[in-house]
Nanobody, 121 residues
Framework: QVHFVESGGGSMQPGGSLTLSCTAS????????MGWYRQAPGKQRELVAT???????NYADSVKGRFTISRDGAKNTAFLQMNGLQVEDTAIYYC???????????????WGQGTQVTVSS
């Protein structure tokens, strides 16, 4: 069992900033990658940003230069600093982690419950 605590969502005007955080706990041997995906109404879930345990980053083109992902490995926590928010960033943001539950089990993807981010004037 893996559990997530997500925080930081909410409403913001265009151009503003929000920071999301996600902490994983439970049956965790090693977290290989953490990040966020988002889903807007009527659209498919899409990658926002991920960071691996080796600090390799991957960002969606639409957020490059505006969003920054970071990670505190000791606390199994990831952060997403979102600056220059746009109306198009409105979506439910889902925390995702690729986790090895034990040394002998293969890694699998786990998802948080999601947090709403709304950008409007």
């Amino acid at each position: 069992q893996v559990h997530f605590v997500e925080s930081g969502g909410g409403s913001m005007q265009p151009g503003g900033s929000l920071t999301l955080s996600c902490t994983a706990s439970g049956s965790i041997f090693r977290i290989l990658k953490m990040g966020w995906y988002r889903q807007a109404p009527g659209k498919q879930r899409e990658l926002v940003a991920t960071i691996t345990s080796d600090k390799d980053f991957n960002y969606a083109d639409s957020v490059k230069g505006r969003f920054t992902i970071s990670r505190d490995g000791a606390k199994n926590t990831a952060f997403l600093q979102m600056n220059g928010l746009q109306v198009e960033d409105t979506a439910i943001y889902y925390c995702n982690a690729r986790i090895k539950p034990t040394l002998w089990q293969a890694a699998d993807d786990y998802w948080g419950q999601g947090t709403q981010v709304t950008v409007s004037s």
